[in-house]
């Protein structure tokens, strides 16, 4: 049985994680969404909206199948130390293109030098997530019917209850 922990801030959830979540989840066991801290970033939505979010898009809803082999957690510390104490085998990452490759082949090694025993595997998601990030969601929303613009449909990256909650959190 392995298990692979596929780790992100999921500020928010896009079409283009769920992407690559159901391509892991037909390559292993099991699969933990593990919600962590960087660092260098602020979040925009709480641990909790963000696992709530989590939570309702991967359990079925009407235009998502339900996962039925996927966990999700929430870790405070190093990632080696959250994907031992949970004896999974692998990392999950996406590869969206070449920019994302510096940071992932070091983050990648520096996990592998902490845990020799658990490699990262790199998945591409559909070419047309390719182009997606939670902050350019973010900025569009931001931005969507203000300043004299249209209200923009982000219907085709982000699942209905995500673009709900990003037209609360603006209207705030
Ligand atoms: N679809 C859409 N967007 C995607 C994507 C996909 N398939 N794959 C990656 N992204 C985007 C994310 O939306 C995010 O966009 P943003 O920067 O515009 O918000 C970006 O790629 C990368 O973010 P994410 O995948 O969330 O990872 P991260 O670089 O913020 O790292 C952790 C988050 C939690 C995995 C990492 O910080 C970590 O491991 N922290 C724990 C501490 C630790 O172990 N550090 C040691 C590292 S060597």
Redo the contacts with the bound molecule.
């Keep these: 049985m392995v298990t692979a922990i596929y780790?992100?801030?999921?500020?928010p959830v896009?079409?283009?994680?769920l992407?690559?979540l159901k391509r892991a989840s037909a390559l292993f066991d099991k699969v933990i969404i593990?919600?962590?801290?960087?660092?260098?970033?602020h979040a925009m939505f709480s641990l909790q909206t963000r696992l709530d979010m989590l939570k309702e898009v991967t359990g079925g809803t009407e235009n998502i199948d339900p996962y039925p082999n996927v966990e999700i957690k929430t870790?405070p510390?190093?990632?080696?130390?959250f994907a031992w104490e949970q004896k999974a085998g692998a990392i999950i990452?996406?590869?969206?293109a070449l920019s994302?490759f510096e940071?992932e082949f070091?983050?990648a090694l520096?996990?592998r030098h902490m845990e020799p025993g658990i490699s990262t595997v790199f998945l591409m998601?559909h070419a047309r997530?390719t182009y997606?990030?939670?902050?350019?969601?973010?900025e569009i929303a931001q931005y969507s019917g203000l300043c004299g613009s249209k209200e923009k449909d982000l219907s085709e990256f982000v699942p209905p209850i995500v673009a709900e909650r990003l037209k609360e959190y603006f209207k705030r």
């Design positions: 780790p992100g801030s999921f500020d896009t079409y283009g994680h992407d690559i593990a919600v962590g801290t960087n660092l260098r970033k870790f510390g190093l990632l080696v130390d990452r996406g590869l969206r994302d940071a070091q983050m520096f996990n998601p997530y997606v990030s939670s902050s350019a969601i973010r």
